[in-house]
C-alpha cells in the first residue's frame, strides 16, 4: 500500500530537549516536505527536499533542521524545542516530473506535538 | 511574498444547499492550483488545475481554473453532512503555497 509514515503520531515533550520526527515514504518519490498547522493559518511548508542530499527552506524554517540521506527518509528534527512549536506536523511527498511538486502529495496521517 | 487567500474562512449551511468556496493565489512560477478535503487527519486530494476554463468534476465536487483573474473556485452541489470538512486550496510552484482554508459545516 502506497503510504506516507510519520513517528511519533503524538509527542509531549519540555522545552530545550531535542526531538526528531520520522518520516518515510515507499513510493520512490522524489519530492518530501514538512508543514506545520495551526489553526487560521493553514499549512505551511517548513523545509522541502526535491531529491537525495537537496534540501531547501519553506516560509517556516526558524528552529528546525532536515535531512535527506535516502530518498525514502526525509527526518524533522528539533534541535532545542520551543512552545511556539507546539503544533500539528505534516510530511508529505509527490513525484516531480521536473523540477518541482506538480503532482499531488500523499501526506502523513500528521504528527502532534505539545512544547512545554 | 507568495501567497494563497481563501474565502470564505467559514461557512454553515444546511443538507441540500450548494455552495461555493473561492482560492486566490499569487504564486510566482505558478503550475497549477490543487484542492484537498481534510477531515480529522491528513489532507486527502481533490483535484489538480493547470489549464484556465476547463472544469474537473468528481460526482458532486466541481472545480475551475482562472489564469486570468488568479483564482479558482470549488463547488459542491448537494450537500451532504459527509462534506463537513477543512477545504485547503494550494498553489504550486517549487514549493506548494497553501491558503488557511474554508471550515464547512453541513447540518443535517
Known amino acids: 500500500e502506497a503510504q506516507v509514515t510519520q513517528n511519533p503520531r503524538y509527542l509531549i515533550t519540555v522545552t530545550g530537549k531535542k526531538l526528531t520526527v520520522t518520516c518515510s515514504q515507499n513510493?520512490?518519490?522524489?519530492?518530501m516536505s514538512w508543514y506545520r498547522q495551526d489553526p487560521g493559518l493553514g499549512l505551511r511548508q517548513i523545509y522541502y527536499s526535491m531529491n537525495v542530499e537537496v534540501t531547501d527552506k519553506g516560509d517556516v524554517p526558524e528552529g528546525y533542521k532536515v535531512s535527506r540521506k535516502e530518498k525514502r527518509n526525509f527526518p524533522l528534527i528539533l534541535e532545542s524545542p520551543s512552545p511556539n512549536q507546539t503544533s500539528l506536523y505534516f510530511c508529505?511527498?509527490?513525484?516531480?516530473?521536473?523540477?518541482?511538486?506538480?503532482?499531488?502529495?500523499?501526506f502523513g496521517d500528521g504528527t502532534r506535538l505539545s512544547i512545554l | 511574498e507568495d501567497k494563497v487567500v481563501q474565502s470564505p474562512l467559514s461557512l454553515v449551511v444546511h443538507e441540500g444547499d450548494t455552495v461555493t468556496l473561492n482560492c486566490s493565489y499569487e504564486?510566482?512560477?505558478?503550475?497549477?492550483l490543487l484542492w484537498y478535503k481534510q477531515e480529522k487527519k491528513a489532507p486527502t486530494f481533490l483535484f489538480m488545475l493547470t489549464s484556465s476554463g476547463i472544469e474537473k468534476k468528481s460526482g458532486r465536487l466541481s472545480s475551475i481554473l482562472d489564469k486570468k483573474e488568479l483564482s479558482s473556485i470549488l463547488n459542491i452541489t448537494a450537500t451532504q453532512t459527509g462534506d463537513s470538512a477543512i477545504y485547503l486550496c494550494a498553489g504550486s510552484a517549487q514549493k506548494l503555497v497553501f491558503g488557511q482554508g474554508t471550515r464547512l459545516t453541513i447540518n443535517p
Open positions: 504564486v510566482t512560477n505558478f503550475r497549477s
Open positions: 513510493m520512490n518519490h522524489e519530492y
Open positions: 508529505a511527498s509527490s513525484s516531480t516530473r521536473g523540477q518541482g511538486p506538480y503532482q499531488p502529495q500523499h
